[in-house]
Nanobody
Framework: VQLVESGGGLVQPGGSLRLSCAAS????????VRWYRQAPGKGREWVAY????????DYADSMKGRFTISRDNAKNTVSLQMNSLKPEDTAVYYC????????WGQGTQVTVSS
């Protein structure tokens, strides 16, 4: 199982970024995918969820209305569109799949700063 995140970077407050998670090594469409984030000095925080077929999504309260999770099972990818970014969104963002064990990518850094 391999998960590779990309798309992070530096963005000004109010800006947007689109993160991607490329998955391999398992039957992608059978599994839900989650995004988490970890800010400096804080624990890992759940961000968003998408079901295996993409027909169900959920978000942490502070992300609702700003973030959108989606997936393309033909390409084995999950995306996280982040709009109206705030400095408190600064964190390393990780995608996660549970296949018996927890699998994580290496993370992608998002920095929201003017």
């Amino acid at each position: 199982v391999q998960l590779v995140e990309s798309g992070g970077g530096l963005v000004q407050p109010g800006g947007s970024l689109r993160l991607s998670c490329a998955a391999s090594g398992f039957i992608f469409s059978r599994y839900a995918v989650r995004w988490y984030r970890q800010a400096p000095g804080k624990g890992r925080e759940w961000v968003a969820y998408v079901s295996g077929f993409g027909d169900s999504t959920d978000y942490a309260d502070s992300m609702k209305g700003r973030f959108t999770i989606s997936r393309d099972n033909a390409k084995n990818t999950v995306s996280l569109q982040m709009n109206s970014l705030k400095p408190e969104d600064t964190a390393v963002y990780y995608c996660n799949v549970v296949l018996g064990a927890n699998y994580w990518g290496q993370g992608t850094q998002v920095t929201v700063s003017s």
